[in-house]
């Protein structure tokens, strides 16, 4: 393969909005780190192997529906797509898109693990020769301001995938569903995988696998937090822990200490006492309805909801009016 090739906008944040997000998160009762802290180059190739995992049903079911329903999904888009995705990672579902849709004008990956992103720019563009990709690194929950020139019989579609929706709480699931819209304009839409309530069983399973893939997962953001703020928190003080609230339907993800922990980011002295957990991803579940009540208040109409024959999960095509 050649060199990747640059960036179309590299907001790639920087060590000091690390420490920024590192030391707000710490400084909460009880406290809790963002998950976009998971994703550096190691993370991003951990959840690639989460996702093949047997217990982690969410990628293969929605793959599944994806490419189930693919001429529908087509027919949805229209003939002439801009495409650009939120938290894209290795881009693997969307190349069921990008084989079917008639044509592409650009597809606009955006994803906060730069490395990775270049890497599937690279693979996409090898797969893909026509392809125009313009991959923007970048934290989606920022403003992003895109600059996009769309043809006026261009449909501009937002992918969503991966039920990544779930990681925000939902009243910023709303704020981010409204900035989607702001994005895509009214007329535009947005294919999202939304996964659903389920028996408690499967969904514990699948974020405690037994290869311990989703603790190396969970434990890399420390990994992480060491290579980018130069601090020296012992990993393996920490051990992995999920659960599901079914009052609040959502996994919660712990790191536990399991020793005390004193270091320092900047000037702040932090200590961790052992037996303290710190929060760091909820993965929410939806009904369909309460899904469609968040997407109405957000500007969009349902137009379609597939599912697979369990109802484990669901891709939804929603229309910005
Ligand atoms: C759960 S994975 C989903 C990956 C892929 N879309 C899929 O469906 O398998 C979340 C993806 O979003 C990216 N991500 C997480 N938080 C982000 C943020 N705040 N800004 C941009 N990308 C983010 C991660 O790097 C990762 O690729």
Not at 201 to 228: C, K, P, Q, W
Not at 250 to 257: C, T
Request: charged share 25%.
């Amino acid at each position: 393969m050649s060199e990747p090739k640059k960036l179309f906008l590299d907001l790639h944040p920087d060590s000091e909005a690390v420490q920024e997000a590192v030391e707000a998160g710490l400084s909460r009762s009880p406290k809790q780190l963002p998950p976009k802290l998971f994703y550096d180059k190691r993370g991003s190739e951990l959840f690639d192997q989460i996702c093949t995992l047997e217990e982690y049903y969410p990628t293969r079911t929605e793959s599944a529906i994806l490419e189930d329903n693919i001429d529908e999904i087509t027919e949805r888009c229209g003939s002439s797509v801009l495409l650009i995705e939120y938290g894209s990672g290795s881009s693997n579902k969307t190349q069921f898109l990008l084989h079917s849709l008639p044509k592409v004008e650009a597809y606009i990956p955006i994803d906060i693990s730069k490395g990775h992103l270049l890497e599937a720019q690279q693979r996409l563009e090898h797969l893909f020769p026509d392809l125009n990709v313009l991959p923007v690194c970048a934290d989606y929950a920022q403003h992003i301001k895109l600059g996009l020139n769309r043809s006026p019989e261009t449909h501009t579609v937002a992918f969503f995938p991966g039920s990544t929706i779930g990681n925000f709480e939902p009243e910023h699931a709303l704020g981010f569903l409204e900035r989607i819209h702001e994005t895509i304009g009214i007329g535009g839409s947005l294919l999202i995988g939304v996964d659903l309530v389920k028996d408690i069983r499967i969904l514990e399973r699948a974020y405690n696998d037994s290869m311990g893939v989703t603790a190396a997962f969970n434990l890399n953001m420390i990994h992480h937090i060491n290579t980018r703020l130069g601090t020296n928190i012992n990993a393996s003080g920490f051990c992995h822990r999920a659960l599901y609230n079914s009052i609040e339907n959502r996994i919660e993800m712990y790191l536990d200490a399991t020793l005390d922990h004193q270091f320092s980011i900047g000037d702040t002295a932090y200590h961790i006492p052992r037996g303290e957990s710190i929060l760091t991803e909820y993965s929410h579940k939806y009904t369909l309805p309460a899904f469609e009540k968040m997407a109405e208040r957000a500007g969009f109409r349902v137009d379609q909801v597939w599912t697979d024959r369990d109802n484990l999960f669901s891709l939804q095509f929603l229309t910005a009016h």
